[in-house]
DNA sequence: AATTTATACATAATTAACTTATGCATAATC
DNA sequence: GATTATGCATAAGTTAATTATGTATAAATT
């Protein structure tokens, strides 16, 4: 995922905020979109998407729905009620992470 | 540690750059320091704090010594030249981490 | 034409950073 | 006298990742 260990439990926050915002995706898109913005900085290894992704369906946080294109298979994936419910939870996580260790490394700031 | 899984990664950056700050700490320091700091959003616990410094140490990041006040043992941890030089390491991390994390959620800024 | 790269899914074994639970010991507070 | 605070430690279990495979089709390169 990267060389830096910080990103260890944020994978779930990723793919929930992009289909917060690209309505459904699938898992291959969501590796190159994530290398896209990130400018190749992140990358996330399909060992970790693929059961992440199913993982979220599970847990009703998202829907599936296969598709066909171009002879070649593609399981899109969207925001069920719940799911959208649990990304606005998991941004204000991520932005409390940010201002506590912004707390932590600068605390003149505080 | 917290609610939040996105603390988890994060332990030996607060650890380190802690000691930048604060030149000798001992554990239990730690965690009270932690606490205030975050006024309570984030609370070390023993089993992940004392591992991690005894990790940090045989990485030859941390040097201790020990002392004895009011009768109780403390071990007071600090930075190695090298400790020193990986809290640099660790802090650009986080930042970076950071700005990619919002470059993910909030792509307009980008 | 043959090989490599890209697209697209999946899982299994291993690693590592935690949590949870427990243990010991002294000092201070209620 | 009992609880809370101080101060260290480790062991078992959990979980999110990495690493290594595996399958299959389409496109690009040599």
Request: overall charge positive; glycine content about 6%; aromatic content about 6%.
């Amino acid at each position: 995922m990267s060389n830096s260990k910080l990103y260890k439990g944020s994978l779930n926050t990723i793919i929930l905020q992009l289909l917060n915002q690209h309505d459904k995706m699938y898992g291959y898109e969501i590796t190159q979109k994530v290398k896209a913005l990130t400018k190749g900085e992140l990358n996330i290894t399909e060992g970790a998407l693929y059961p992440a992704l199913h993982k979220l369906e599970a847990e009703g946080l998202l829907d599936v729905e296969v598709a066909k294109v171009d002879n070649r298979l593609r399981k899109y994936y969207k925001l069920t009620e719940t799911g959208t419910k649990e990304t606005v939870n998991k941004l204000e996580e991520l932005a409390e992470y940010i201002r506590t260790m912004q707390a932590l490394v600068n605390p003149k700031l505080a």
